[in-house]
């Protein structure tokens, strides 16, 4: 950020962005000297395409200028988190396992939902795990309806995803286990977007 010739034209559209929130130009200047800053300003520019952080910062450092920069999706209620791990020589979509701490039905459902679409936008066809500490009733526990309620919901807004929940994780990802635990099930060890409750 200290070398750029853009970091003026960067502070200045981040004193538009936030003076109603009590922000001058004087910290402006000194928030987009931060990297974290000043590559969100990059992506709200529309100069790249992504921005990678968090390894060296907490989650909050890095959502931050996120929120304010970006903001959230139009129709959104809350911001969540999808972490892209390679398993078994493919991508596993992990969600929310960075922001939302103990998400209810709807914000679950949201969730879901919306890292499947994270996983369309790599041309993956999302096969939607709602993990738990049961598989199909395995177990009873309020814990499991939430899981149960974000299901039909998902299913009502979003009819052809491949969503499956209950599950418990092994099933999930090991298709010998997913037979052994439920006939019913749709995901059968394949899934690639893990929900977590």
């Known amino acids: 950020?200290?070398?750029?010739?853009?970091?003026?034209?960067?502070?200045?559209?981040?004193?538009?962005?936030?003076?109603?929130?009590?922000?001058?130009?004087?910290?402006?200047?000194?928030?987009?000297?931060?990297?974290?800053?000043?590559?969100?300003?990059?992506?709200?520019?529309?100069?790249?395409?992504?921005?990678?952080?968090?390894?060296?910062?907490?989650?909050?450092?890095?959502?931050?200028?996120?929120?304010?920069?970006?903001?959230?999706?139009?129709?959104?209620?809350?911001?969540?988190?999808?972490?892209?791990?390679?398993?078994?020589?493919?991508?596993?979509?992990?969600?929310?396992?960075?922001?939302?701490?103990?998400?209810?039905?709807?914000?679950?459902?949201?969730?879901?939902?919306?890292?499947?679409?994270t996983a369309q936008s790599f041309n993956i066809k999302p096969k939607v795990a709602l993990l738990s500490f049961s598989t199909h009733g395995s177990a009873h526990h309020e814990k499991i309806d939430k899981i149960k309620s974000a299901l039909k919901i998902i299913k009502r807004k979003m009819p052809k995803l491949t969503v499956d929940g209950e599950i418990q994780t092994d099933a999930a990802l090991i298709p010998r286990v997913a037979d052994i635990k439920s006939k019913s099930l749709k995901i059968k060890g394949d899934a690639n977007v893990l929900i977590f409750p």
Do not use: W
């Open 1 to 117: 950020p200290q070398l750029s010739s853009k970091k003026e034209e960067f502070a200045n559209e981040f004193h538009r962005l936030r003076k109603r929130k009590g922000v001058n130009l004087a910290q402006a200047k000194k928030k987009i000297q931060e990297p974290v800053y000043f590559a969100t300003m990059l992506l709200h520019k529309n100069i790249v395409d992504g921005v990678v952080s968090g390894a060296r910062h907490p989650t909050a450092h890095t959502l931050m200028p996120a929120l304010q920069i970006i903001k959230c999706k139009k129709g959104l209620k809350k911001v969540s988190g999808v972490s892209i791990i390679p398993y078994q020589k493919r991508p596993i979509f992990f969600s929310d396992t960075a922001v939302q701490i103990s998400p209810n039905k709807n914000d679950l459902a949201e969730i879901a939902m919306e890292s499947a679409k």
